[in-house]
T-cell receptor, first 117, second 116 residues
C-alpha cells in the first residue's frame, strides 16, 4: 500500500508477556519514528531511525523497550515483561528525508492499540 | 516546561462555519517548524498543514490556514466552511531544528465536534 502500515491493529497481552509491534514505512522513506500515545494525550516520542541506524532512543521509557530496523525498512518495537502502564497506542511514522529539513511532514500509520491485562 | 500548549476544552462548531483551534508553543530556537495533525476516531494521524518559523506568509492548504504570530508564539489553525467529517482530535506539533533528529513534540490535542 501507499501508506505506513502497522500490525497488529490491536494487541492484548497479560502482564509479564513480551510483545512485538511491526511497522512497514512508506517505500523509500529514510526516517522512521515510534511514538507512544496514552489515552486522551498527544503522541510522545520514543525512538528514531535513519535507515538502519537508531540515532535517538532517548524517549524509550525503560530498558524493557527495544526497537530495531535491521534492513532500513521494516521496524519492530519490542516490549519485554509488559506492565499495565505500557497500555497505549503505539504509532509509527516515516518521512522521506533524513530529518535535516524541518519542513518534512511525518506520515503516520493507524497505530497498534496495546492493552496489558 | 510544556513546549506545546493546547488548552481549549472540546470545541463545537456549526456546519459550514469557521472555527479557530488555538496553539501556543515555547522554544528558544530561531529555526523550527509547526505542524497540525488531525486524528479521527479511527486513530490515524493525518498531516494537515505546516508553518516554518522563517515563513513570512501564513500557510494555507485548502480549507485550512494557519494564523502564525511569531512574537506571541502562537500558531492557531483556522478551518473554514466546517464539514461533518472535520469532527476529530486536532494536534499541534513542533519540530525544533536540532539536526538529524527531527522528532515532533505534540500538544495534548483539542476535540472538535461539527454540528449539522
Amino acid at each position: 500500500g501507499a501508506g505506513v502500515s502497522q500490525s497488529p491493529r490491536y494487541k492484548v497481552a497479560k502482564r509479564g508477556q513480551d510483545v512485538a509491534l511491526r511497522c512497514d514505512p512508506i517505500s523509500g522513506h529514510v526516517s522512521l519514528f515510534w511514538y507512544q500515545q496514552a489515552l486522551g494525550q498527544g503522541p510522545e516520542f520514543l525512538t528514531y531511525f535513519q535507515n538502519e541506524a537508531q540515532l535517538d532512543k532517548s524517549g524509550l521509557p525503560s530498558d524493557r523497550f527495544f526497537a530495531e530496523r535491521p534492513e532500513g525498512s521494516v521496524s519492530t518495537l519490542k516490549i519485554q515483561r509488559t506492565q499495565q502502564e505500557d497500555s497505549a497506542v503505539y504509532l509509527c511514522a516515516s518521512s522521506f528525508g533524513t530529518g535535516v529539513l524541518i519542513n518534512q511532514p511525518q506520515h503516520f500509520g493507524d497505530g497498534t492499540r496495546l492493552s496489558i491485562l | 516546561a510544556q513546549k506545546i500548549t493546547q488548552t481549549q476544552p472540546g470545541m463545537f462548531v456549526q456546519e459550514k462555519e469557521a472555527v479557530t483551534l488555538d496553539c501556543t508553543y515555547d522554544t528558544s530556537d530561531q529555526s523550527y517548524g509547526l505542524f497540525w495533525y488531525k486524528q479521527p476516531s479511527s486513530g490515524e494521524m493525518i498531516f494537515l498543514i505546516y508553518q516554518g518559523s522563517y515563513d513570512e506568509q501564513n500557510a494555507t492548504e485548502g480549507r485550512y490556514s494557519l494564523n502564525f504570530q511569531k512574537a506571541r508564539k502562537s500558531a492557531n489553525l483556522v478551518i473554514s466552511a466546517s464539514q461533518l467529517g472535520d469532527s476529530a482530535m486536532y494536534f499541534c506539533a513542533m519540530r525544533e531544528d536540532t539536526g538529524a533528529n527531527s522528532k515532533l513534540t505534540f500538544g495534548k490535542g483539542i476535540t472538535l465536534s461539527v454540528r449539522p
